[in-house]
């Protein structure tokens, strides 16, 4: 066969990409519906891909609003390459999708609608170089992965589990495990100098933003001079009698505390040092290590091995408190004993509303043995295989792993600002993606 121009075929499709990475595909609870169970923005990314997977020959199934797939190939075993379409919150400006020193910038580069259509061209060329094959290799599309997953159990109650899955949704060489992932809700009562706060988006991004009103003037100076201080990113003035402050951190996934700074985290220490505030010393006592050290649970700052704590969302208005929790552990713990010891230290009601326990595939499994082969093939690193803080499909799917799109010591920029993709990079990850699906699509796997 005619070799493959990996790198004109990504450029011909680069503006389809771009036009993607445009839709501002968040979960919209006010255009939410039974037909749009999202919102209208990720049913808009949906019909983009079925309109492209259409043109192109694919048949398009449909899982009522939760999810889109399309395949290639008959046979009895089944294959999902699995990915989604919504992204994380941001500002409309990071929708402006760009292109700065050799990158590809904006929401959505890394996280992950890029590497999703490096698989989809790859299906794309399977079925041109490959017109039978005799398992089905299945592109599948979600539409809720960064909030509850609904969407791929929702499809898994339709369509069933495949025999195996990957997802590029992680790091390379490949993600054979998962850390368990949990989601609290926190909600209380409070009384103090607050008239209000409100930091973060959502519960799996660190906060890069936080602010708050406090119901005082004549401590100004002290905090002026604290803040000038201190090496909070922050700053205050007098409005309306009171004391409006903010803080700025640095946006990254919550399972990454490495390269994140919480801005959350910063004005609780300034509300409790500067006004004695017992409420916000004692969330930022619990909440201001990433790692756990506050409520008991540190194991190591290492990513494989680590637990994360973030403090996703905090909400102060009227008296009342609502906050978000992420929290991804490892093996040897458990949901219960880590919402029990949170309990016990926290003023405000908990209430664990996800939890999905750690999850494992084999090194020698077949199926990852051709994914890791292909990799160090093309690339030449042998790293081993790795256990991830994310959370990704493999959480619904088991047998699934992740693969890509972040490379050995690659920065991790999904739900950072300036999120971006090294143009490069993603020829390369297309020629890893087509050859792995075009292995596993043509070898004869006992499983």
Not at 165 to 190: L, N
Not at 411 to 429: F, P, S, V, W
Request: with cysteine; proline share 4%.
């Amino acid at each position: 066969m005619d070799l493959i121009d990996y790198r004109k075929l990504f450029y011909e499709t680069l503006p389809e990409i771009v036009s993607l990475l445009e839709i501002p595909s968040v979960y919209d609870a006010q255009s939410a519906n039974a037909q749009m169970p999202y919102g209208i923005h990720v049913c808009k990314a949906f019909a983009y891909m079925k309109r492209i997977a259409e043109r192109d020959g694919f048949k398009v199934r449909e899982y009522d609003g939760h999810a889109i797939s399309f395949s290639h190939g008959k046979g009895k075993k089944r294959i999902d390459v699995v990915s989604h379409l919504d992204v994380v919150a941001a500002d409309p400006e990071d929708f402006r999708i760009r292109t700065e020193n050799g990158k590809l910038v904006g929401r959505g580069t890394t996280d992950m609608k890029v590497p999703m259509f490096l698989t989809y061209l790859s299906l794309k060329l399977l079925k041109e170089r490959h017109p039978e094959i005799n398992k089905e290799i299945r592109i599948v599309l979600g539409g809720d992965e960064e909030r509850t997953m609904n969407d791929m159990r929702h499809y898994v109650s339709k369509a069933g589990l495949p025999d195996f899955a990957f997802t590029p949704d992680g790091s390379f060489p490949v993600g054979i495990g998962e850390k368990g992932a949990i989601m609290w809700t926190m909600e209380g009562d409070y009384h103090g100098i607050l008239s209000s706060f409100t930091g973060g988006r959502q519960c799996n991004v660190i906060p890069d933003r936080a602010s708050c009103v406090v119901n005082d003037t004549g401590s100004y100076q002290k905090l002026c001079e604290y803040l000038n201080d201190s090496k909070i990113n922050g700053e205050a003035v007098i409005e309306n009698g009171r004391t409006r402050i903010e803080t700025y951190g640095t946006a990254a996934h919550a399972s990454l505390p490495a390269i994140g700074h919480s801005a959350v985290v910063d004005l609780l220490k300034i509300i409790a040092d500067v006004y004695r505030d017992e409420f916000c010393k004692n969330l930022y006592q619990v909440y201001a290590d990433s790692y756990g050290r506050g409520f008991g649970h540190f194991i190591s700052e290492e990513k494989m091995e680590c637990l994360s704590l973030n403090l996703g969302v905090l909400r102060i208005s009227e008296g009342k408190v609502f906050g978000q929790i992420d929290c991804r552990y490892p093996y040897g713990l458990s949901a219960q004993e880590l919402t029990e010891d949170l309990q016990a230290l926290n003023r405000c009601r908990l209430s664990l509303d996800y939890n999905d326990d750690p999850t494992l595939c084999q090194e020698d499994d077949p199926y990852v043995r051709i994914l890791l082969e292909t990799y160090r093939e093309l690339t030449g690193d042998m790293s081993r295989p790795i256990i991830s803080g994310g959370v990704s499909y493999s959480k619904v799917l088991k047998h699934c792993v992740s693969f890509g799109p972040f490379f050995p010591k690659e920065e991790h920029t999904a739900h950072q600002k300036g999120e971006n993709i090294d143009l490069e990079r993603c020829i390369l990850m297309f020629r890893i993606y087509y050859e792995a699906i075009e292995k596993i699509a043509l070898a004869e796997v006992e499983s």
